[in-house]
C-alpha cells in the first residue's frame, strides 16, 4: 500500500491555515497552572495575560499547602489541613483516608519508631481494614514493612519510596479538587493524547513531518 | 499485639479532650473541638468511642453556648473565637451524622439539628464577619443529617419551613443550596408536598443550578426527580415556556462526563416518563436512555451498582422499552456483567432484577438468555449470602421460566428439572420472607408439568412445605403458595392429586376458601377448581368430610363481591356439575340457596354481571346441570325454570362476548333437546361441557404449545376454546337437523 507523501513545506503551510485563538491556549495554560497547583505562576499569569482562572485561586494556597504537606511526610499536618478545607472529604472517602492513615504509618516506621508504629498500625489502621474488606491486602503489606530489619531492601520497600508519598499527595489533590467541582486532570494531557493518537492514525495513510519529542515539538521529516 | 493497650491509649486521650472541652477558657475548648474533629473524621471506630464518651452532648452544649455568646461578643478577638468555636463544634457534630447511624441518632437527640439550622443558618448574624464559614460549616453539617434515613422530617406544609427552604435554595453558596435540595431529596415524600414544592416554583430555582457547579447539578438532578416521582399531575402541571428548556437540559446532561451525573439525569428523565405518558416518548430519547444505562453498568462503583436499578425502572412492564433494549444487545450486556464473578450483592440483585424484567413479557428475551446459559449463574444465586440476591435470582427463574423453550427443556427430563428444583424447594424454608415469596414465585411456573411428571418436585417434599407455607400467618405467603398448588396440580395425574389432597386435608381447604383474605380465597377456589377437573372421581374430592369445601364453596358465592372469587367459584360448581346425578343435585342444592335478605339465587346475578369471564362460567354451570345425556337433566331443567334463571339465560342470546353467546346458544339448544333424543355424543360431553382449571402467571398467551410435545387432550383446553367449540357446536347443529 503507497502512502501518500507530504513534504515539509505542504504541512507547514496546512498548519499555518489552522487557526487557534490566543485565549484559548492562555486558557489551557491558565488550567494546567491551576490544577497542578502553582499558584505563583497562576497569579502572574494572570496578571500578564488577563486570563482569569476558572477557581479561586485562595483555594488553590489551601490545596498545595495539603500536597505539600504529605510530599514532606507530615500526614498529620496534611489531614487536620483537609479538614480545615473541607470537613466531608475524608468523611466520604473511605480509601483516600486509608491511604493517608497508611502514609502515617510509613512515615513512623522511616523515622524508626517502631513501638508507636506497632500502636498506630494497631488502633488506627487494623480498624480501617476491620471496616472495609479491600484494604485488608494493603494493610497486611504495610505492616509487613515491621518485619524487616532492613526495611530499605525488603520485598515491600517500595513503601518506603518518595513515590508513595507522590501517590498520596496526588489522591489527596484529586479529591479536594473533586470536592470544589473541578476537574481533577488538566486539560493538556488530553490534548497531547489526542495529537499522538492522530498521528498514529495519520501514519497508516501518510508520510508525513511528525512530532516525535513532545517536549520541543519539532517537526521531524518523513522518512522516505 | 494486647487489645487493651490500644483502647486504654484511646480512652485516655479521649477522657483528655472530653476535660478540655469543658474548660472555662476559649483557647483551650477550640483547640479541644479542633482536636476531636480530626479525631473522628473518616474514623468510624474513634465515632464511636467518642459517642460512649458522652462527646455529642457536650459539644452540643458548647455550640449553644457559643451561639448565645454572639449577641454578647464585644470585640474582633471576641467574634474569632466565638466563630470558630460555631464552625468547629458544627464539623464535629455534622462528623458524627456522617454515615454513622448511632451518630445521628445522638445528634438528633442533642437537638443539635434545631441548634445548628438557628445559630448558622439564621440570616441576623449581628456581630459576625466573614459569617460565610459558619453558613458553610453549618449547611455541611445539616446536610449530612439529611442524608441520613433517620432524618427528622421536614415539615413542607408550614409556611415558615417552605420559607427558610427557598432562602436556602437561592442562596449563592453551594453548601447552602446544597442543604436545600438534599432537604426535598429526602423528605418530600407524598404527593401533597411535591405539589406543594411544585406551587412555591422550587423548580424554577433547581433548573438554574442545573447549570452551575457539579455538586449543584447533582443536588438539583435528585429534587427534581423526587418533586416529579409517581406525581402525574405535577408532572401534567409542568408546562410552558419553562417545560422544554428544562427538560432538553436534563437531555444534555445525560451526555455529561461523570459518570454518577448521567446516571442522576437518567433518573430523573425515567421518572418523568413513568409518571406521564406525554414526555419523552420519543425512539430517540428512548436509545439513548436504555444505551445510557448499559454503558454505566461498566462503572466499577457504586454508580455502576445502581445503573441496573435505573434500568429496571425504565423498562419495567414496557413492553416496548423491552424491545427496544433487546434490539440493542441489551440481554448479553447484563449476561456479560453477570459472568464477572464476584460482584457486589447490590450489582448482584440490580442484574438479575434487570434481566427479570427484559424477559416479563417477551419470549426472544427468555430464548435468548437460554441460550447464553444464563441460568446457571442465576440457580448458583439462589444459595448467595444475601437474602436481597437470593430473592432477584428467583424473580429471574420465574421470569425465564415463561418461556416455552424452558418447560419443553424441564419436559424431557434434562439436567435443568433437578439442579433447579432442589435450591428452589430449600429455599422455601429461608430465613426471609420475602424469599420465599419470590421462591414460590418461581416454583408456581416450574411446577407446571404437561407430561404429568412433577416427580422431582414431589419427591423432594415439595408438597408438605407448600401446605406448611399455606398455612402462614403471612397472607402473602399463604397466597402464594396456594398459586403453586394451583399450577401444581392442574391437569394432574390422579396419584398426584391424591397425594396433595391427603396433604392439604378437606378442612384445610375448606378454611382456606372463607379465609380473610380475598386473593387468598380467590387462589384457593382455583385450586380446588382444578382438583375436581379431570376425570369423574376427581369430583369426589369435594365431598370429602360431609361436603365442607362444597359448602364453603356454596357460601362463599353468596357473599362474595369480587369478580375474581365468583368466577372460581363457579367454575368450581362447573366442574362438579360435569359428574354423577348425585354431583349434579349437590350443585343444585348449593345455587338454589338462598343468601340472606337475597331474593334469588346468586347466578342469576352472575349471568347479568357486567364481566364477560363470569356470565361465561356461570352459563357454563348451567350447560352442565342440564347435558341432555343426563336422566335428571330434566327435573333439573324445570327446577332452574321456576328460579328464573332459565329465562335469564334466554335473554342473553345475544350477548356480546362470543365464548357467552355460543354458550349460550348451546344451553338454549339442551333446553329445546329434551324433547327429541338425541344422541348423547360422549365426545361431546367430554369436549364441551369440562371447563378447564387454570394456569396462573404461566404461559405467554403470544407462544404456542406445540401439540406435539403434550399427551392427550390437555392442549386443547388450554389454547383457544371456541375454535374446538365451533367444531362441536357444528356436529350438534348436524345432529339436530
Known sequence: MSKKVITREEWEKKLNDVKIRKEDMNKLVMNFLVTEGYVDAAEKFRMESGTEPDIDLATITDRMAVKKAVQCGNVEDAIEKVNDLNPEILDTNPQLFFHLQQQRLIELIRNGKVEEALEFAQEELAPRGEENQSFLEELERTVALLAFEDVSNCPVGDLLDISQRLKTASEVNAAILTSQSHEKDPKLPSLLKMLLWAQNQLDEKAAYPRINDLATATLEDPAI | ?737
Open chain 2, 1 to 737: 499485639m494486647p487489645t487493651t493497650t490500644a483502647s486504654a491509649v484511646c480512652t485516655t486521650v479521649g477522657n483528655n479532650i472530653l476535660l478540655r472541652l469543658t474548660s472555662g477558657e476559649r483557647d483551650v475548648k477550640l483547640k479541644a473541638l479542633r482536636e476531636l474533629k480530626n479525631q473522628i473524621i473518616g474514623n468510624r471506630t474513634k465515632k464511636l468511642s467518642f459517642l460512649k464518651l458522652g462527646a455529642v452532648p457536650a459539644v452540643a452544649g458548647i455550640l449553644s453556648d457559643a451561639v448565645s455568646a454572639v449577641d454578647v461578643a464585644d470585640n474582633d478577638e471576641n467574634d474569632r473565637i466565638v466563630k470558630d468555636i460555631i464552625v468547629q463544634s458544627a464539623a464535629v457534630l455534622g462528623s458524627f451524622a456522617c454515615g454513622f447511624e448511632a451518630g445521628v441518632r445522638a445528634v438528633l437527640d442533642a437537638g443539635a439539628d434545631i441548634l445548628i439550622q438557628r445559630g448558622c443558618l439564621v440570616e441576623e448574624m449581628p456581630l459576625l464577619k466573614s459569617y460565610m464559614e459558619v453558613v458553610d460549616a453549618g449547611a455541611r453539617s445539616l446536610k449530612m443529617i439529611y442524608q441520613s434515613k433517620m432524618a427528622p422530617k421536614y415539615d413542607f406544609l408550614q409556611e415558615e419551613n417552605m420559607e427558610f427552604l427557598l432562602s436556602l435554595l437561592n442562596n449563592e453558596s453551594e453548601n447552602v443550596s446544597g442543604l436545600g435540595a438534599s432537604i426535598i431529596s429526602h423528605s418530600c415524600k407524598t404527593s401533597l408536598e411535591q405539589k406543594l414544592l411544585f406551587d412555591a416554583g422550587v423548580l424554577k430555582r433547581l433548573t438554574s443550578l442545573l447549570g452551575g457547579s457539579l455538586i449543584q447539578r447533582d443536588a438539583s438532578l435528585e429534587s427534581i426527580a423526587t418533586i416529579f416521582k409517581n406525581n402525574p399531575e405535577v408532572v401534567s402541571q409542568f408546562v410552558g415556556p419553562d417545560t422544554g428548556r428544562t427538560l432538553s437540559c436534563i437531555i444534555e446532561i445525560v451526555k455529561d462526563r461523570f459518570a454518577r451525573t448521567r446516571l442522576l439525569a437518567s433518573l430523573c428523565l425515567i421518572v418523568i416518563r413513568n409518571a406521564s405518558p406525554c414526555y419523552l416518548q420519543d425512539v430517540g430519547i428512548k436509545t439513548k436512555l436504555i444505551n445510557n444505562l448499559l454503558e454505566l453498568l461498566d462503572d466499577p462503583g457504586r454508580v455502576g451498582d445502581e445503573a441496573s436499578f435505573a434500568f429496571s425502572s425504565l423498562i419495567a412492564e414496557k413492553e416496548d422499552m423491552q424491545k427496544l433494549a433487546f434490539e440493542v444487545n441489551g440481554v448479553d450486556k447484563l449476561y456479560n456483567h453477570l459472568q464477572k464473578g464476584s460482584l457486589h450483592p447490590r450489582r448482584f440483585e440490580g442484574i438479575l432484577l434487570a434481566l427479570a424484567d427484559m424477559c416479563s413479557k417477551l419470549e426472544c428475551c427468555r430464548s435468548r438468555c437460554l441460550s447464553l446459559q444464563v441460568l446457571k449463574l442465576v440457580v448458583d444465586a439462589l444459595a448467595h449470602d444475601s437474602s436481597d440476591v437470593r430473592s432477584a435470582a428467583c424473580m429471574c427463574l420465574r421470569s425465564v421460566s415463561r418461556s416455552i423453550k424452558f418447560i419443553q427443556n424441564l419436559s424431557a427430563g434434562s439436567f435443568m428439572n433437578e439442579t433447579i428444583v432442589i435450591p428452589l424447594v430449600r429455599l422455601l424454608d429461608d430465613t426471609s420472607t420475602a424469599v420465599q415469596v419470590a421462591a414460590l414465585g418461581a416454583i408456581s411456573n416450574i411446577v407446571v408439568d404437561f407430561t404429568t411428571r412433577r416427580s422431582t418436585f414431589i419427591r423432594l417434599g415439595g408438597v408438605k412445605l407448600l401446605v406448611q407455607l399455606s398455612k402462614s400467618m403471612d397472607s402473602t405467603i399463604r397466597l402464594n403458595a396456594l398459586r403453586a398448588l394451583r399450577n401444581l396440580i392442574f391437569l394432574a395425574e390422579d396419584k398426584c392429586k391424591e397425594e396433595i389432597f391427603m396433604e392439604l386435608t378437606a378442612s384445610l381447604l375448606a378454611s382456606l376458601i372463607c379465609d380473610p383474605e380475598p386473593s387468598v380465597q380467590e387462589q384457593a377456589l382455583a385450586l380446588v377448581r382444578n382438583l375436581v377437573d379431570g376425570r369423574i372421581n376427581s369430583v369426589e374430592y369435594i365431598f370429602a368430610e360431609d361436603g365442607i369445601i362444597l359448602d364453603a364453596v356454596g357460601r362463599q358465592l353468596r357473599i362474595a363481591s369480587k369478580a375474581e372469587i365468583e368466577i372460581q367459584g363457579m367454575y368450581v360448581l362447573g366442574n362438579v356439575a360435569t359428574g354423577k346425578e348425585s354431583h349434579k343435585e349437590a350443585v343444585m342444592d348449593q345455587l338454589l340457596l338462598r343468601a340472606e335478605n337475597k331474593a334469588q339465587s346468586c347466578i342469576i346475578k352472575f349471568l347479568q354481571s357486567n364481566d364477560s369471564r363470569l356470565r361465561t362460567a356461570a352459563v357454563w354451570a348451567v350447560l352442565n346441570l342440564t347435558c341432555s345425556s343426563s336422566p335428571g337433566s330434566s327435573g333439573r331443567l324445570v327446577k332452574l325454570h321456576d328460579a328464573g334463571i332459565v329465562s335469564h339465560v334466554k335473554n342473553m342470546v345475544n350477548d356480546p362476548c362470543l365464548d357467552v353467546k355460543l354458550r349460550v346458544k348451546t344451553a338454549l339448544e339442551q333446553f329445546n333437546s329434551f324433547d327429541d333424543s338425541l344422541a348423547s355424543t360422549s365426545c361431546l360431553q367430554f369436549l364441551t361441557v369440562r371447563a378447564v382449571g387454570e394456569l396462573s402467571h404461566v404461559v405467554d398467551p403470544s407462544s404456542k404449545i406445540p401439540c406435539d410435545s403434550i399427551s392427550n387432550s390437555c392442549y386443547v383446553y388450554v389454547t383457544d376454546f371456541c375454535v374446538i367449540y365451533s367444531h362441536v357446536a357444528n356436529s350438534i347443529n348436524s345432529q339436530c337437523l
